[in-house]
């Protein structure tokens, strides 16, 4: 139950950030080497996490050409479909090589 809610919280705040995106950009959940920790955060056009030393663990395409043929300016439908293709078991076995 507990972990359900965690990543209830995850998800709002991860599409909130995401939906947040004025123009073009991406919502990434990074690795922080540094700092041995996850992040949220976002990049503006096509530039990437690695370009700020983190390691992407997830990503949210918010180009308009990722979500407009199929939802308009319906982004917040967009975002809401996008959590049905996560893959979760990647993100954690990546975390957890990286975390180590």
């Not at 990543?7 to 123009?23: H, M, V």
């Not at 503006?44 to 949210?60: D, F, M, T």
């Not at 975002?79 to 990546?94: K, L, P």
């Amino acid at each position: 139950m507990f972990i359900l809610k965690i990543l209830r919280i995850f998800k709002k705040e991860f599409s909130t950030k995401a939906l947040s995106i004025e123009g073009s950009g991406w919502c990434w959940l990074v690795f922080n080497q540094t700092f041995n920790k996850i992040e949220l955060i976002t990049t503006l056009n096509q530039n990437s996490p690695w370009s700020i030393r983190k390691i992407p663990l997830l990503g949210l395409d918010m180009w308009e050409h990722s979500y407009y043929l199929k939802y308009q300016n319906k982004k917040s439908d967009y975002v809401e479909s996008w959590w049905n293709v996560v893959n979760w078991d990647y993100i954690g076995n990546r975390f957890s090589e990286l975390s180590d």
